[in-house]
């Protein structure tokens, strides 16, 4: 379906920047959806493979020239940044210094980013800088790739699995090449199609009887009973006289379902996406419950705050209600069929932790398990924190650990390109506490 290509390359482009949450991390990651550009829509390749480094303020594509105008406007200079914080030291103040930082306008030779104020400065950064020039370098090639035009074959995704074909999740590499993704023979690739497969085969990779995820080392033994019922329902035994092409939503014996709440970027991925975390259920119906105010169907203009679209053996239903009113009419849920993602929620983030408040206790209620995951070590250890000290009566499922399925692009940080982030680079699990384990209801 070299149709679809294109338009991935877009959702590739638009996942990379924009942010998970809507204050703090739009910021973080980009000052805006970038618009549509010409490049982007067209095979003929308008940049060859040997020509997509660009100094940002010189590039050949709009988008990229105006991110560089973003940074130059709201980014800092490392130096002067520094300066700034010793000198308020010096002077115990917290307020920001009275004479304004200068904007970063020198581009890095080697990555192309404006990076500092002055070729000077610069200079006398050189050193710290480069421990992240590498990954900027990479960002900058790798965006001007996904606009580059050329046929996106690692878009081209295969179909359903053929039932005697095992899949190994260990890995991205493993699960590619199980999963028979072709063209996928570069690094490059790699970080484009791991970009948006991330949301799907995060939450597969959890739930699949062939999961990376092993009792001791990364789960409890509450966390494998939690994970025994869901899979209890996934992996049922073969039902005879059922073919794959029947239409399983009216064979599956239950339909799982799969929550997700304060959704943004993975709501925003076209449906046949999910269809690769469908592909490891052959015979599962789903439903994916986006829920929060970012949570908008791809390619929509309505603006009906609850949708629905079928695909397949999936049913997406998009809501933009605040979770404890969905959270009522979507009741009442049962730990065999239910499970609840919180992709980089911002649990202890100061813009969202409130929001949170009133929905963690309705989710640990319903005993079904519920999985995070954080842009790197230090978001996930506060979303950890926030729920320890938060005294719930709740079981760990899984130890907060390094996601197998993070995406492997880097995000960087444009107010502050020194940071930079991995999308689902950690995750972690927990459940309300529960004494007894109750049968699944045949
Ligand atoms: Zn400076
Ligand atoms: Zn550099």
């Not at 965006?143 to 005697?164: I, N, T, V, Y």
């Not at 490891?280 to 791809?298: C, E, K, M, S, Y």
């Amino acid at each position: 379906m070299p149709k679809t290509a294109p338009s991935l390359a877009i959702v590739a482009i638009n996942t990379a920047t924009n942010g998970r949450r809507s204050l703090s991390l739009k910021s973080f990651f980009s000052p805006r959806k970038p618009k549509k550009d010409a490049f982007t829509s067209q095979f003929e390749p308008v940049l060859e493979q040997a020509n997509l480094f660009h100094p940002l303020s010189k590039s050949p594509i709009p988008a990229v020239r105006q991110k560089a105008e973003w940074i130059s406007k709201h980014g800092s200079c490392a130096v002067c940044k520094d300066q700034e914080h010793e000198h308020g030291h010096k002077h115990g103040e917290h307020k920001p210094e009275q004479k304004k930082r200068k904007a970063p306008t020198y581009e890095c030779p080697d990555c192309g980013y404006p990076t500092h104020c002055s070729e000077e400065h610069y200079q006398m950064d050189k050193d710290r800088h480069k421990h992240i020039c590498g990954i900027l370098r990479e960002i900058n090639e790798d965006e001007h790739d996904l606009r580059s035009g050329r046929r996106m074959k690692e878009f081209e995704f295969p179909g359903a699995q053929h039932r005697d074909e095992a899949i190994n999740l260990s890995n991205w590499d493993t699960f590619l090449y199980t999963r028979g993704f072709l063209s996928m023979n570069s690094e490059r690739s790699m970080r484009h199609v791991s970009h948006v497969l991330t949301y799907p085969i995060t939450i597969g990779s959890v739930l699949h009887q062939s999961s990376p995820y092993r009792l001791g080392k990364d789960l409890t033994v509450e966390g494998l009973k939690s994970l025994a019922a869901l899979r209890h329902t996934l992996h049922p035994a073969v039902i005879p006289g059922i073919t794959q092409s029947q239409d399983l939503r009216t064979i599956a014996t239950h339909t799982v379902r799969i929550f997700c709440l304060g959704a943004r970027a993975e709501s925003h991925l076209p449906p046949h996406i999910y269809m690769q975390l469908a592909y490891l259920f052959p015979t599962t119906a789903f439903q994916i419950h986006f829920v929060g105010p970012d949570a908008i169907p791809p390619h929509t203009k309505s603006k009906d705050p609850h949708q629905h679209v079928h695909y397949e053996q999936i049913t997406f239903i998009y809501d933009n209600s605040r979770y404890e009113t969905y959270h009522a009419e979507a009741g009442p849920f049962n730990p065999y069929y239910d499970v609840f993602f919180l992709f980089s929620p911002g649990l202890a983030h100061p813009a969202t932790k409130d929001m949170w408040k009133p929905t963690i206790p309705l989710l640990l209620d319903t005993k079904c398990a519920i999985f995070g995951t954080g842009f790197d070590e230090q978001d996930v250890m506060n979303d950890v924190n926030e729920i320890e000290n938060a005294g719930y009566e709740m079981d760990w499922l899984m130890k907060p650990r390094e996601n197998v399925f993070r995406s492997l692009k880097h995000e960087v940080n444009l107010t502050d390109v020194r940071q930079s982030a991995q999308c689902n680079w950690g995750i972690w699990g927990i459940r309300g506490r529960r004494y007894d384990v109750r049968p699944a209801e045949e």
